[in-house]
Structures are given as C-alpha cells and as structure tokens.
C-alpha cells in the first residue's frame, strides 16, 4: 500500500520565519523517504476541531507551488479546495500551472466547502449547502472542459464563461487527476463515482471505510463509471502507529482494496514525525 503526507499545521517554533524552511525540508524528506502523496489544507484559518484558528495557516497553491520546486517525484494536492474559494476557471488555471512546473504531478482535489467561518470573516459568499454541491459539478464540468480540447464557452446555471481557453495544457494526460474528499453518501461519493480519478473517504474506520466504498461501488454501477478504476485513499491522521492495532487496521484497509493511506504532520514536531513515519512505518506498509 502506498502512503501521502498532510501537512495541516503550521504552528511550530520559530513561526513564520521558520515556516518555510521547516515545509521545504518535510516536503524533500517526504519525497525521498518513498511518499506518494504531498496534500495541504485549503483553508485561511485553522480549523476549530484542530486548533485556534488564529493559529498559522498558509493558502495552499502558493504552498504546493513552493514544494513543487523542493521535490521530484510526490503527487501535489489540496485537501481539499473548496468550490467556494476559486472561481472555477481560475482554480482550474491554478491547477494547471502546478501541473506543469511541476512535471505532471498536480492533482485538483475539490469539495463543496463547509468552514463558514472564515467566509464570512474575509467576505466571500458562502451559498446554503445543496447550491455549494451544484456548484463544485459545474466547476468539475469546467475544469475537465479546460483541460480538453474545447475552448468554446460554457453556461451553467451559477457559473458562465466566454472561452475555456487553458493554454499551455497540463503534461499530465490525459488531465490532473480528480480527487474528491469526503464521505457524504447521497451526493459526494456519487460525484465521485461520475467525475472522480481518486477519492480520499476522510475516515480511519475500517468497518465505516468497507460501508462507504460498497456506496461508491453502487453509485458506479449506477452511472456507469468504473469502481476498480478509482484510486481509494483514507486518512490515517489520529492513527498511532505504535498501537496495538495499528497493523492489524493496515491490513483490513488493504483486504477492503484501499490503495493510499495518508498521515498528517505532527504540530510543533513536523519534519521529525515524517522522518519517522518514512524510516518505522513506509517499508512494511509498502510490503502489505
């Protein structure tokens, strides 16, 4: 099985000077210690359920741009950006520029938003939830039109551009990989199953994990899309791979077909819990 990095938390000593160094040098030992993944939160506070949010929290893309330049070989990503933050031609430009200077490594991870907070803190609009979902399908529907050979214009009902021209195209072919987080049963694992090359299913519980790939699995069947065909990714975050059933819960997510577990940086602590993840736990998970 293979393992990504969430680097959620930038609160650690010497913050801010010592931020950038501290993400640069996680994201080369990431890189060489055999991760596949490198995510960071799209949001502008820390989460509430994770910290004060006036705690550190750098905006994403400038921050996956920043490790794009310190690493060779990880997939990049957001974990993921709301459809709220970005207008999706830009967000789908944005997408495109790491795509590119970083050799075909980007992906658009997207969601439907939910941290009221800091929209209304900083003035961005934030829509009732069944209008945030109609929202992220067309910015999907845009990013994919981008990416193709239609530059002509598109019309949906909350969002109409003139031209998709995206020039250059992304190296990666045919387009950057579409994550989609979350665990929403009714609408987000079915535009997952629609649009969706990967999907993280943001839970650590194997019995809850098995439950909601068998809901993916029939939202497949029902549009026709291929469920063997999508990369399935939990988050492992609050796993202590000390504990005694660390392994054991390793093994059931590869028996339920999980193919990538990610871990989060440990706050205060950040490069030394990567390189004891990629030195203790990498090469066993590798051989699961």
Same mark, same amino acid.
């Given at each position: 099985?293979?393992?990504?990095?969430?680097?959620?938390?930038?609160?650690?000593?010497?913050?801010?000077?010592?931020?950038?160094?501290?993400?640069?040098?996680?994201?080369?030992?990431? &890189?060489?210690?055999?991760?596949?993944?490198?995510?960071?939160?799209?949001?502008?506070?820390?989460?509430?359920?994770?910290?004060?949010?006036?705690?550190?929290?750098?905006?994403?893309?400038?921050?996956?741009?920043?490790?794009?330049?310190?690493?060779?070989?990880?997939?990049?990503?957001?974990?993921?950006?709301?459809?709220?933050?970005?207008?999706?031609?830009?967000?789908?430009?944005?997408?495109?520029?790491?795509?590119?200077?970083?050799?075909?490594?980007?992906?658009?991870?997207?969601?439907?938003?939910?941290?009221?907070?800091?929209?209304?803190?900083?003035?961005?609009?934030?829509?009732?939830?069944?209008?945030?979902?109609?929202?992220?399908?067309?910015?999907?529907?845009?990013?994919?039109?981008?990416?193709?050979?239609?530059?002509?214009?598109?019309?949906?009902?909350?969002?109409?551009?003139?031209?998709?021209?995206?020039?250059?195209?992304?190296?990666?072919?045919?387009?950057?990989?579409?994550?989609?987080?979350?665990?929403?049963?009714?609408?987000?694992?079915?535009?997952?199953?629609?649009?969706?090359?990967?999907?993280?299913?943001?839970?650590?519980?194997?019995?809850?994990?098995?439950?909601?790939?068998?809901?993916?699995?029939?939202?497949?069947?029902?549009?026709?899309?291929?469920?063997?065909?999508?990369?399935?990714?939990?988050?492992?975050?609050?796993?202590?791979?000390?504990?005694? &059933?660390?392994?054991?819960?390793?093994?059931?997510?590869?028996?339920?077909?999980? &193919?990538?577990?990610?871990?989060?940086?440990?706050?205060?602590?950040?490069?030394?819990?990567?390189?004891?993840?990629?030195? &203790?736990?990498?090469?066993?998970?590798?051989?699961?």
């Amino acid at each position: 099985m293979h393992a990504g990095i969430h680097f959620w938390n930038y609160t650690m000593p010497g913050a801010p000077a010592s931020i950038a160094a501290t993400v640069a040098e996680t994201a080369r030992v990431a &890189d060489a210690g055999g991760f596949d993944q490198f995510t960071v939160m799209d949001h502008w506070f820390q989460m509430e359920n994770a910290g004060d949010p006036a705690q550190p929290m750098l905006e994403a893309f400038s921050t996956l741009a920043f490790v794009a330049a310190q690493t060779r070989r990880m997939r990049l990503a957001p974990l993921v950006a709301g459809v709220t933050y970005r207008h999706p031609g830009l967000l789908a430009k944005t997408i495109t520029t790491l795509d590119v200077l970083s050799g075909g490594r980007a992906a658009l991870g997207i969601g439907a938003a939910w941290y009221e907070r800091e929209h209304h803190a900083l003035g961005v609009p934030y829509p009732v939830l069944s209008e945030r979902f109609e929202r992220l399908e067309e910015a999907i529907r845009i990013a994919l039109q981008m990416w193709g050979d239609d530059a002509g214009p598109f019309a949906g009902a909350h969002y109409e551009l003139a031209e998709t021209l995206n020039s250059p195209a992304p190296v990666s072919a045919p387009h950057p990989p579409l994550l989609i987080g979350g665990k929403g049963e009714r609408k987000t694992l079915r535009i997952a199953a629609q649009y969706a090359q990967i999907v993280n299913l943001t839970s650590a519980d194997p019995d809850e994990v098995a439950h909601l790939l068998e809901v993916l699995r029939r939202h497949c069947a029902d549009v026709g899309t291929d469920y063997d065909g999508i990369e399935k990714q939990v988050m492992a975050s609050r796993l202590d791979p000390a504990g005694a &059933d660390f392994w054991s819960t390793m093994e059931r997510f590869v028996a339920l077909g999980v &193919d990538l577990v990610v871990f989060g940086v440990r706050p205060g602590d950040q490069l030394a819990s990567v390189e004891t993840l990629a030195a &203790d736990v990498l090469p066993r998970l590798a051989d699961l």
